[in-house]
């Protein structure tokens, strides 16, 4: 037991450290990053189908997208305007710092300036692995269930953003809103928080906002 201990330990230790050398990497070349995470299903790739036209005028951006197979979700990005790169993890349940290196040697980050890292559909294995990315930001989804925050408090708990997708479900599903954000707020007082729906466009603003402030103030730090 004591020895399975060690060994995670030491595996954690190796992934953060090549998080930091990923995080140079980003810094040198002035791209802000995001790990997206959620559960399968929640949102993630139709979250950045619907960012990439909104951020046009502005920012060019790469996707790197993490699945155990296909490169479905790279596809979509592609087809949307973005630089993406598809990583198959070959059953892991996560992205670490090693995978995202290997994804960012197959980009060119000279012509981007904005970074999304839509990590493997999973609410507990990608929490723990830094990839060296800037934010992290969760979607969590309505039709998951409005406990989601009690049982996955370790996701929760680690995120810089919270969206909550698929608010036009709200009529047709249990989901209790006010015991949600609660819970939510017990793991991660004022976490800030964007409900929106990628179907109808409602909310995404308020999202596109809060991204558009934190590159500039990326930059603004950079500089
Ligand atoms: N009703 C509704 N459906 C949505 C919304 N956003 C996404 N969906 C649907 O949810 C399903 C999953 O969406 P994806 O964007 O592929 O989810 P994902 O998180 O990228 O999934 P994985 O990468 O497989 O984990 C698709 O059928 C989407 O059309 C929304 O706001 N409302
Ligand atoms: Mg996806």
């Not at 969206?163 to 939510?184: A, S």
Request: aromatic share 6%; proline share 4%.
């Amino acid at each position: 037991m004591k020895t399975r201990v060690e060994v995670v330990e030491k595996i954690l230790s190796a992934n953060d450290q090549l998080a930091l050398e990923n995080r140079k990497v980003f810094d040198d070349s002035g791209v802000y990053t995001l790990n997206m995470m959620a559960s399968p299903g929640a949102g993630k790739t139709s979250l950045i189908e619907a960012t990439i036209p909104k951020l046009a005028e502005r920012y060019q951006l790469g996707v790197i997208d993490g699945d155990v197979a296909t490169s479905i979700d790279a596809d979509r990005a592609a087809a949307a305007g973005a630089q993406a790169v598809q990583v198959n993890t070959g059953g892991e349940c996560h992205l670490d710092a090693v995978m995202l290196k290997g994804a960012l040697a197959q980009m060119d980050l000279g012509s981007i300036q904005l970074l999304i890292v839509e990590n493997v559909g999973n609410l507990i294995c990608p929490a723990s692995f830094q990839l060296g990315t800037h934010k992290s930001v969760l979607i969590a989804s309505v039709p998951e269930g409005d406990d989601k925050p009690y049982k996955y408090p370790g996701m929760y708990r680690g995120v810089d953003a919270l969206v909550i997708n698929k608010t036009d479900l709200l009529p047709y599903v249990e989901f209790n809103m006010d015991y949600f954000r609660q819970g939510v707020e017990a793991l991660n007082p004022g976490l800030v928080t964007f409900p929106l729906s990628c179907r109808t466009g409602e909310g995404i603003e308020g999202w596109i906002d809060w991204l558009i402030e934190a590159v500039e103030a990326h930059k603004t730090r950079e500089a």
